[in-house]
């Protein structure tokens, strides 16, 4: 395979807007988590919830430059609400400031460049005092909410051609000039949403769920995405992505051809009633989580609650931080059920219940049938994560109130754009309490550019899921049976096997995502220096992608996340398209680079 990516180098490489980074040794990755120079000053980008883009950044200080002080830095957003709950954020976490330091500015299209048509560059800034920096960070890391690469990038440009302004400079040139004038196509702006009428950025209210058609004009999907698409609207292209993710749209065709298919009745999830209207876009996974948990709190009131199993590190950020706390139960083991369920029978009450199916990256699954029986009889909501498992290998939605998704990860693939998805279960008893909620607190601010690079690159993922299961399993076995590997864990060899297959599909497999865990830290380092695959942060790449995952997500709590039996010398990998052979190759070459034991071993 020959993979050599320099360390700090995009991944893929020559990506602009890549979602990885080339982090090859275990000393850089050690490196990375320490902040050391000869690792930090290389880095080209990274995770975009970890590390911004640098267009981003570039547009944060533009903004500054214009509308801030010397002293200030800036975050940007999509809407001003989000923004305004950003700045809630900073009242909460860092109650000692003055709120006048944390300022919104929201930028919104100039009057006369207003075209309801096209995709509107509206953003809103959040300005504060440099020293503030980690409050603004986390609140970007934890909640995914933050602007894309590509929508800054956009924006940046309309602010330097006049087309993006400030929301007074813009009802100043209504005031003097009248609204009417700016009327265009039909549409209308709306500035006290600072965007025109819509429930989302892009989307026109009387079409609810990112149902709009014809919003982005032919030429301005040809032109600003590069793509010859015909009548390849980013709203048509949103509709698409709902469908495959609904599992009725499962060809791999051109856009204006797949929405014109009868729907796939074979893998349709198997869910009475449930269609693409149940299925909500987001600009990335953790928005997906973090926007379910705050709108369950709206449908239910102020409620802890519980993270299930070995947790994704912001996931349970955004249950413990924006709420009234969270009870975990890190193991995600019977006995965990069984304290709960005592809990339960006290008089506890919890708002919802988190889990991921199967678990990252110890790829334990949950026992959801007993988690929904008592979901039913003590009235708290259940949310699945399904990103590792994906609705092709397991069918978790019956047990699931709401389940969510990162579609940055398989269901794309190319490792080029973000996305979540949130999915109510029509059979759910709270259907209607959650259709309502959604229904007030949802908004698509999916950006129409990348909803276009996600539809693309989403149409062949039946194939390319059922290959990546096929690679997965060899690779399971080659670690499984080598003398040097101390443990694998993988939904098919894991104790917990037997919940996995109670939720898997008859043709579905184990999934691509496999870890494993070592003797001693050398053998790890020597493993994972001597793997010649990419080496990075993410998964469901189409190429095989490795990390020492726990030194990166959890370096700062080595101790806390060991006491779940999530070791700091564990290594993870998501498991690519690669001919099979030759990526078992690879990962032998690699065994093979593990120093002998001493005698006394």
């Not at 912001?314 to 304290?339: A, M, R, W």
């Not at 008859?506 to 020597?526: H, K, P, V």
Request: proline share 5%; net charge neutral.
């Amino acid at each position: 395979m020959a993979v050599d990516i320099s360390l700090g180098e995009v991944i893929p490489p020559l990506t602009p807007h890549a979602v990885s980074v080339s982090l090859p040794t275990w000393s850089a990755n050690v490196g990375y988590e320490e902040g050391q120079d000869w690792v930090i000053g290389k880095m080209k980008t990274g995770y975009p919830r970890f590390f911004i883009h640098k267009s981003i950044q570039r547009f944060a200080e533009k903004i500054v430059e214009r509308y801030g002080m010397p002293d200030e830095k800036a975050i940007v957003v999509p809407t001003g609400t989000i923004a305004e709950r950003c700045r809630a954020f900073f009242r909460t976490q860092a109650p000692h400031l003055d709120p006048r330091k944390v300022r919104v500015v929201d930028l919104v299209p100039a009057p006369q460049h207003a075209d309801a048509r096209r995709a509107s560059p509206a953003v809103s800034a959040i300005l504060f005092s440099k020293e503030d920096w980690p409050v603004a960070k986390a609140f970007w890391q934890h909640t995914g909410e933050g602007a894309s690469s590509r929508r800054a990038e956009y924006c940046m440009a309309a602010l330097d051609e006049g087309r993006l302004v400030d929301k007074k400079t813009a009802e100043d040139l209504c005031i003097r000039k009248g609204p009417r004038r700016y009327q265009r196509g039909g549409g209308s702006i709306d500035l006290a949403r600072n965007r025109p009428r819509s429930n989302g950025n892009d989307v026109p209210t009387q079409q609810p769920n990112g149902n709009a058609e014809g919003l982005d004009s032919t030429n301005f999907v040809e032109e600003r995405f590069g793509r010859n698409l015909e009548a390849s609207f980013a709203s048509n292209a949103k509709l698409a992505i709902r469908r495959r993710i609904a599992g009725s749209l499962t060809a791999d065709v051109e856009l204006d051809e797949a929405l014109k298919l009868d729907k796939d009745v074979e893998r349709t999830r198997k869910v009475a009633g449930f269609s693409e209207d149940d299925v909500y876009l987001y600009p990335t996974g953790m928005s997906a989580i973090y926007n379910t948990h705050r709108t369950l709190l709206k449908a239910k009131g102020s409620r802890k609650s519980i993270n299930f199993g070995f947790p994704y590190v912001d996931s349970l950020k955004v249950l413990e931080k924006f709420g009234p706390g969270c009870l975990f139960y890190g193991f995600g083991s019977s006995e965990d059920l069984d304290d709960l369920e005592k809990r339960l029978k006290a008089g506890e009450r919890y708002l919802l219940l988190f889990c991921e199916f199967p678990g990252n990256p110890l790829l334990k699954s949950p026992d959801l049938p007993r988690i929904r029986a008592l979901a039913d009889e003590y009235d708290f909501y259940v949310v699945v994560d399904e990103t590792v498992g994906n609705f092709l290998n397991v069918n978790v939605l019956p047990y699931a109130d709401v389940v969510v998704s990162s579609l940055t990860k398989i269901f794309s693939g190319d490792s080029n754009v973000m996305g979540g998805s949130a999915i109510i279960n029509p059979n759910s008893k709270n259907f209607g309490l959650l259709k309502e909620t959604w229904a007030i607190e949802y908004a698509d601010n999916y950006w129409s550019e990348d909803a276009v690079f996600l539809e693309r690159n989403s149409r062949d993922f039946v194939s390319r899921i059922e290959r990546v299961n096929k690679n997965a399993e060899a690779i399971a076995d080659v670690l499984q049976s080598h003398p040097r590997i101390k443990q694998v864990f993988y939904p098919k060899c894991s104790p917990t096997r037997a919940a996995y297959e109670r939720c898997r599909n008859a043709n579905g497999g184990y999934g691509g995502l496999l870890s494993a865990t070592f003797y001693s830290t050398d053998d790890a380092a020597a493993f994972f220096d001597n793997l010649d695959t990419a080496k990075g942060p993410s998964l469901g790449t189409n190429f095989t992608l490795s990390s020492p995952f726990v030194i990166l997500a959890h370096y700062t709590e080595l101790d806390w996340a060991a006491s779940y039996g999530v070791e700091k010398d564990l290594v993870r990998f998501s498991v690519g398209l690669e001919d099979t052979q030759e990526l078992v190759g690879v990962f032998k070459a690699a065994l093979a680079a593990i120093p002998q034991p001493s005698v006394d071993r």
